[in-house]
């Protein structure tokens, strides 16, 4: 995250030919692109792709190793892997897409108000901030559920504060960037009202950089909910996610290894699509640092 | 320098300060009731109301304030809600495990993280450099609880090399229980500090000074690591802060994979067990050591940079 003060600023319409350039000669790109989209589509057609219920336990066929009836085999109560997984993918999207946004959202708000206004506002949002951002993400998760316990909510509040001091200080600094802007000064001398000024003249100028942390930290986002519910404090059981699918496999590793291998598959395979595409996205914002 | 030292260090107190107040009105003002969190959603209320005296949860808020300060700051954690062991002992006893688990992780990311950059930069755009990309890109992507939970179904159930759980008892037997958690932990140190070290060794290749070094004929391996890489570590040192940091949060997962003692274990088994007064120190101990270590880099950053003193 240390770098992200250095996205520099485009303009809106630079946006649609910033998709081609992520996309343009990289097959990576659209392969990641591609997964991603497989991964959404089995998450919204769960009920109907999946074979069974995930939560149907069966005591005939506890640890069942793969075979026709169980394509991944089941787990210690006799539920199928392959159902829990693909009902757990519903899970780490959900995560991996409302917990960026809720924190672009607050973390907006906050740099925006702390860089417009400036003066103590600014000095307290500031210090807050930057002590937030000594705290690596997982940490002040784990730190922020300790106090909260787990469940859907909680962690998405969770994971919301871990990811917006993030956003804070990218807003701060990109809405003290654009504060020098000459339209400013003329909506100022025209009468413009404040609130105006800053949703219709800070935040649509200050959105492309925070639409790009959005991508970068969705695979964070996932990979810190996997975390979490293998930690035990974040989405809990018997609803199946891919961390917690991979806790109850570690305690049963003697018996079967899918859930453990499978589960860690799919968390790899998405976070590396999604940080792929994040990669391009800032390749193509900062070609300097290839 | 020991005025810069002494600022920084009365700089940090504020920032203990407030982070204990944070730590605070996390533990108490935000909705989740600590009383009912202790002891379920289905107990008596006369058990809630005891405890709640018990820890001074009926007091006004300012007075519970003012009391969990005084007792962070002399040390007094209370006592376990299970075992009735004092708090102090038990973090005590199982600090020395993460501290080992913490430096023997960064110590091999270093020594794989800052030769694989090298590598890489100085191949830029070449097989070495494409090959380091996507290793770094899946040291990212792999969560470090499944790479360990790999590591320990191949090396420890598979082929028996290592031991399933536990830290060991004298050297030799802590080593060989280190190993594997160590390595878990190590490999994404190696893709951070690696990434890190290329950016960095590009960024000082291209100078004035390194070109004058080679022009002056020294050896190409004396311009790399006398000339450039000592101008790249000060970006460096900052990743080291922040791979000291992730490697401290990661353990906790990864003393849970390898059933290791440890203050992860201990925060995370209270966290389950609803141990209230560990949850609450273990908390506040992991935040102090955000702080400590900050405050350990920025000294780090003046005896690389003597620059900074003087600003």
């Known amino acids: 995250m240390a770098n992200s003060e250095a996205i520099p600023l485009p303009e809106a319409p630079r946006l649609r030919r910033l998709a081609g350039e992520v996309v343009a000669g990289r097959p990576a790109v659209i392969i990641s692109l591609a997964t991603v989209l497989v991964f959404a589509v089995i998450a919204i057609l769960a009920p109907w792709i999946a074979p069974r219920d995930p939560m149907a336990q069966s005591f005939i066929a506890i640890n069942a190793m793969p075979s026709s009836d169980y394509l991944l085999g089941t787990d210690q109560f006799g539920r199928d892997l392959l159902s829990r997984l693909i009902y757990g993918s519903r899970n780490s999207l959900i995560f991996g897409l409302l917990s960026p946004v809720f924190a672009a959202i607050a973390g907006t708000f906050l740099g925006v108000t702390a860089g417009y206004f400036g003066g103590w506002i600014d000095r307290v949002v500031t210090r807050i901030i930057d002590m937030l951002l000594a705290f690596p993400e997982l940490l002040l998760a784990i730190l922020v559920a300790a106090a909260l316990g787990g469940g859907f909510w909680n962690v998405v509040a969770v994971l919301t504060i871990a990811f917006t001091p993030g956003f804070a200080r990218v807003a701060r600094a990109s809405t003290l960037a654009v504060k020098q802007e000459p339209y400013i000064e003329a909506a100022i001398a025209s009468g413009v009202s404040t609130p105006v000024i800053i949703f219709r003249h800070v935040v649509p100028n200050i959105s492309a950089p925070i639409v790009v942390l959005m991508t970068l930290w969705s695979a964070s986002a996932i990979r810190l909910e996997a975390t979490l519910s293998f930690l035990g404090i974040g989405t809990q059981p018997p609803a199946p996610s891919w961390g917690n699918i991979i806790r109850e496999g570690l305690g049963n590793m003697f018996a079967t290894p899918w859930p453990i291998l499978t589960g860690g598959l799919a968390i790899t395979i998405v976070v590396l699509a999604i940080s792929t595409i994040g990669d391009a996205v800032r390749d193509a914002l900062d070609p300097e640092i290839k | ?311």
Do not use: C
Not at chain 2, 218 to 226: C, D, K
Not at chain 2, 247 to 268: D, H, M, Q, W
Not at chain 2, 295 to 307: A, S
């Open chain 2, 1 to 311: 320098m020991t005025r810069y030292i002494l600022t920084r260090l009365l700089d940090a107190v504020p920032t203990m300060l407030l982070v204990l107040t944070l730590v605070f009105l996390a533990m108490r003002v935000l909705p989740g009731d600590p009383a009912l969190a202790a002891l379920g959603d289905g107990a008596q209320p006369e058990a809630i109301a005891q405890f709640r005296e018990r820890f001074g949860l009926n007091d006004p808020l300012w007075l519970q304030y003012l009391h969990f300060m005084r007792d962070m700051l002399t040390f007094d954690f209370g006592a376990s809600l299970m075992s009735g062991e004092r708090v102090a002992q038990l973090l005590v006893s199982n600090l020395g495990y993460t501290v080992e688990l913490t430096i023997a992780a960064v110590l091999l990311g270093i020594m794989g993280g800052i030769p694989l950059g090298v590598m890489a930069a100085l191949n830029r755009n070449r097989a070495p450099d494409a090959g380091f990309r996507v290793f770094s890109l899946l040291g990212y992507a792999i969560p470090d609880f499944y790479l360990g939970a790999v590591l320990l179904i191949v090396f420890s159930l598979s082929l028996g090399w290592f031991p399933i759980s536990g830290a060991g008892d004298g050297f030799a037997d802590r080593m060989h229980h280190l190993v594997l958690p160590a390595l878990t932990l190590a490999l994404l140190k190696v893709a951070f500090l690696g990434r890190l070290t290329r950016t960095a060794l590009l960024e000082v290749l291209g100078r004035d000074f390194v070109r004058t070094a080679r022009a002056k004929g020294a050896r190409e391996n004396r311009v790399i690591y006398r000339h450039a890489l000592r101008n790249a570590l000060l970006p460096l040192s900052t990743g080291l802060g922040l791979s000291i940091l992730s490697t401290l949060s990661g353990s906790v997962a990864v003393e849970l994979v390898f059933n290791r003692p440890g203050l992860g274990k201990l925060l995370i088994t209270a966290i389950t067990e609803r141990d209230y007064p560990i949850v609450q120190a273990g908390v506040v101990v992991f935040a102090a050591a955000v702080v400590v270590v900050n405050l350990l880099m920025e000294l780090v950053y003046v005896i690389i940079d003597p620059r900074i003193r003087v600003q």
